[in-house]
């Protein structure tokens, strides 16, 4: 039987002692901090003149009010409104718990615009750091899922449309039979701890590769990102599903591309410049050929520029998130373009190397059973050339 109350009080401390001992979680730093924190404004709710955290009204003043403030919306988010609720549609999902969507989804184009470290966000939005870190990457995993519906070959009835925009960008009626633009792009990155060395690439920096392909209006239409800098574009082409499935483009189309590739009619259409033009006729070729190619580095451009404080200098991720995160700007790069939200591009950084600059191409790089489309582009150089009005004494000569 116990004697008094003291110990009753002597029994009850032992026993919260003992639970204490045998749960660690009570033992962690953060918790314990946030019991101590609340038990000082149970005791002293007057003359509690403690800092307290800037989690909520940080929160409020910062990321709510960019959805009211358009212009601050793009200015720190790079989106607009319509984007943003676009975008919101992409990562929305049924069963959601946590924090709103719109919050995570502003905490990840703020990531991606400043371009910080997860502490700056923290810091700037009243997030806890490890919250911030489960967001970003909770957000580009759902960006990454939707993948399927935003980078999509196009439909058989969309490419003659597509083969028109090609013609009017290369101001000729003569590249009809264009599905395309394919090129490749660096992004900086941090090297893993081991072979480093396979991560350098020919500008002397670590990198990965993006390889895309776009319609004519900017589009991404194909992405495959993540060989090392190293890799020679033909070596990434040769290694992406596009060019192992051969999908697309349908047979009689190609694509467009700059003198790393192999001009080739087969196992994948793809039609490049002269890297050495011998004649005037090479040489108008290589301009309408460039007018049209242009429209994959010009969308590279925009992409960068949109999100350029993670493009224009090294990614502080690993590189296994490095390809995700740059798949997930093409992703929104794409309802950008479809959402007519437009962004001042800047030259990319990658556009054409000097042949003497740009890795030889192994003949080994080339498939067996690989067609050149040496024919077809000398005609189509021949097309460009040829006079569009024939004098009437012309015509009875063979040659025409």
């Given amino acids: 039987m116990i004697a008094n109350d003291d110990a009753v009080i002597n029994l009850i401390a032992a026993i919260q002692f003992f639970v204490v001992l045998n749960n660690q979680k009570l033992l962690q730093i953060q918790q314990r901090r946030a019991f101590i924190l609340q038990v000082l404004n149970v005791l002293t709710p007057a003359e509690n003149n403690l800092p307290r955290e800037p989690y909520c009204r940080l929160r409020v003043h910062l990321l709510l009010d960019l959805l009211r403030e358009p212009l601050q919306l793009k200015k720190h988010c790079r989106v607009t409104q319509a984007t943003f609720l676009k975008l919101l549609t992409v990562i929305s999902t049924e069963s959601h718990h946590g924090w709103d969507e719109d919050i995570q989804l502003l905490c990840f184009l703020f990531w991606l615009a400043c371009g910080s470290a997860y502490r700056v966000v923290s810091a700037a939005t009243g997030i806890p750091r490890s919250s911030i870190c489960d967001i970003v990457h909770k957000v580009l995993k759902r960006v990454l899922n939707g993948i399927k519906t935003i980078i999509k070959l196009p439909q058989q009835d969309d490419i003659p449309v597509i083969s028109r925009g090609f013609c009017r960008l290369a101001n000729t009626d003569y590249i009809s039979?264009?599905?395309?633009?394919?090129?490749?792009?660096?992004?900086?990155?941090m090297p893993p701890d081991s072979r480093r060395e396979d991560y350098i690439n020919h500008k002397l920096f670590y990198s990965i590769n993006l390889q895309a392909v776009c319609d004519h209006r900017g589009v991404f239409l194909d992405v495959f990102a993540g060989y090392p800098g190293s890799v020679h574009d033909s070596r990434v082409l040769k290694c992406s599903p596009l060019y192992r499935q051969r999908d697309y483009p349908p047979e009689g189309y190609y694509l467009l591309g700059d003198t790393a590739y192999p001009c080739q009619s087969r196992p994948l259409a793809i039609l490049t410049p002269y890297k050495a033009p011998a004649s005037p006729i090479q040489g108008r070729y290589n301009y309408h050929c460039s007018r049209a190619r242009t429209v994959i580095e010009r969308a590279f451009g925009r992409m960068k520029t949109r999100w350029r404080s993670i493009f224009t200098k090294t990614l502080e991720i690993s590189p296994v998130l490095a390809p995700k995160?740059?798949?997930?700007?093409?992703?929104?790069?794409?309802?950008?373009?479809?959402?007519?939200?437009?962004?001042?591009?800047?030259?990319?950084?990658?556009?054409?190397?000097?042949?003497?600059?740009?890795?030889?191409?192994?003949?080994?790089?080339?498939?067996?059973?690989?067609?050149?489309?040496?024919?077809?582009?000398?005609?189509?150089?021949?097309?460009?050339?040829?006079?569009?009005?024939?004098?009437?004494?012309?015509?009875?000569?063979?040659?025409?």
Avoid: F
Wanted: proline fraction near 7%; charged fraction near 30%.
């Fill in 325 to 400: 995160v740059a798949v997930a700007c093409a992703i929104m790069h794409n309802v950008c373009v479809l959402s007519c939200d437009e962004w001042a591009e800047e030259a990319d950084d990658d556009e054409d190397d000097p042949p003497n600059e740009q890795p030889a191409m192994e003949p080994d790089d080339l498939e067996r059973g690989h067609v050149s489309a040496e024919p077809l582009r000398r005609h189509i150089a021949a097309q460009i050339s040829a006079p569009l009005d024939i004098v009437q004494e012309l015509h009875e000569h063979d040659y025409l």
């Fill in 177 to 189: 039979m264009a599905a395309g633009s394919i090129d490749g792009t660096h992004i900086k990155i």
